[in-house]
């Protein structure tokens, strides 16, 4: 069962000492933040991580983050580049997380797939107070269960958590009621310009929206890459009701290298072939026994919008379904109807040649 402290009425020397112990036991420790309450282990042990991970039901494609006291500490886990320490200067400590390029040095499971790492500087005299006499970072992610509500109490808290879940906690530091604020603001600083992939308070002026962001590729690995990272932002959409994208670019932009970006992404084996002069090519995957199909098509020999019907698009749209489009323009209006009838997400994707590079459009339209 876990201990509730009540850090009003509590010595905070008492306070700091009771959540180090549980950190440096591996336990979890249920705490108050400027924005929500969050769910800290040491961020360094693996079993500990492992413990969250089962608390929080982790739903798969969301990483989580870490706090730390100050950029010299970040720099220890994370590559700060120039576009971070700017953020690092003008709003931290605050309600943003700085998303970089892991060093590897937390536990697995702490870091996304593609080896980013939120960071947080919480400006919160308690946690800070915590850190300091910890010495190492421990996880920012909030206490709420995997799709529960925003944890403004701890009773907010335990009403989203199953029995099992909150014999999971070992400390909770009790603060009563939090204002209602909103989640930190998330900037991904890994990528050519800084994209903002989640909006709270603080609001980064020439950061691009993760719904209509701009990526820079000067590979056919780092096109790749970026289709992945689009699908693992969307990886929820996909198990729920789907995406479709619509691929446009001239040819030999790599439209189809981007669709094996996908097919990485999802876990598929074979080896993805342009559709041009079949029209569709379909395969199945199974990621984390999500198991469905990726509909590659190409309706660049299409000589009318009929011709969707009888390729049967309509009957590819739905939950655990991917149906990526290159030439969409052909029958542009027919497939948006298509999309928007069966509620699928709409994703478009411009790539366009800028020398030896490529400039990956990315929208999210519905």
């Known amino acids: 069962m876990y201990i509730r402290t009540d850090i009003k009425t509590t010595a905070q020397s008492e306070v700091i000492a009771q959540a180090c112990q549980i950190l440096k036991a591996g336990g979890i420790l249920i705490f108050p933040t400027e924005t929500t309450y969050g769910a800290g282990v040491d961020a360094t042990n693996q079993a500990a991580v492992d413990k969250l991970l089962k608390y929080k039901s982790r739903r798969e494609g969301k990483p989580l983050s870490i706090a730390v006291i100050d950029q010299a500490m970040a ?17 931290l400590p605050g309600p943003v997380t700085v998303v970089s390029k892991s060093k590897g040095v937390v536990a697995q499971g702490v870091a996304s797939e593609y080896g980013t790492l939120g960071v947080r500087i919480p400006d919160y005299a308690l946690v800070m107070e915590i850190l300091k006499a910890y010495g190492k970072p421990i996880t920012a992610t909030s206490a709420n269960g995997s799709g529960e509500k925003r944890p403004y109490s ?42 903002i992939f989640r909006q709270g308070n603080i609001t980064l002026e020439g950061a691009a929206d993760a719904n209509s962001a701009t990526y820079t590729s000067n590979s056919e690995g780092e096109t790749q890459e970026i289709a992945q990272r689009i699908m693992l932002k969307h990886w929820e ?3 729920t009701k789907g995406v479709f994208i619509a691929l446009h670019g001239s040819l030999g932009a790599g439209k189809t290298i981007f669709v094996k970006g996908i097919a990485q992404f999802l876990n598929i084996k074979e080896t993805l072939t342009s559709p041009t002069y079949v029209y569709m090519q379909q395969y199945e995957f199974n990621r984390h026994e999500i198991i469905g199909q990726l509909h590659h098509l190409d309706l660049w020999r299409i000589e009318h919008p009929d011709m969707i019907d009888r390729l049967g698009i309509e009957e590819l749209l739905g939950a655990r379904q991917v149906v990526a489009v290159e030439w969409p323009s052909l029958a542009s209006e027919a497939l948006e109807q298509l999309v928007k009838k069966h509620q699928v997400t709409f994703i478009t994707i411009h790539i366009e040649e800028k020398g030896e590079s490529r400039h990956i459009k990315c929208q999210t339209l519905f």
Not at 80 to 87: E, G, L, M, P
């Open 75 to 91: 720099e220890k886990y994370v590559e700060v580049n120039d576009a971070a320490k700017r953020i690092y200067e003008r709003f």
């Open 237 to 239: 959409d996909l198990k």
């Open 154 to 195: 701890v009773q907010d808290v335990l009403d989203g958590l199953s029995e099992k879940q909150k014999g999971l906690i070992d400390l909770i530091l009790d603060a009563g009621e939090l204002p209602k604020n909103p989640p930190s603001t998330v900037i991904d600083t890994t990528l050519e310009t800084p994209v």
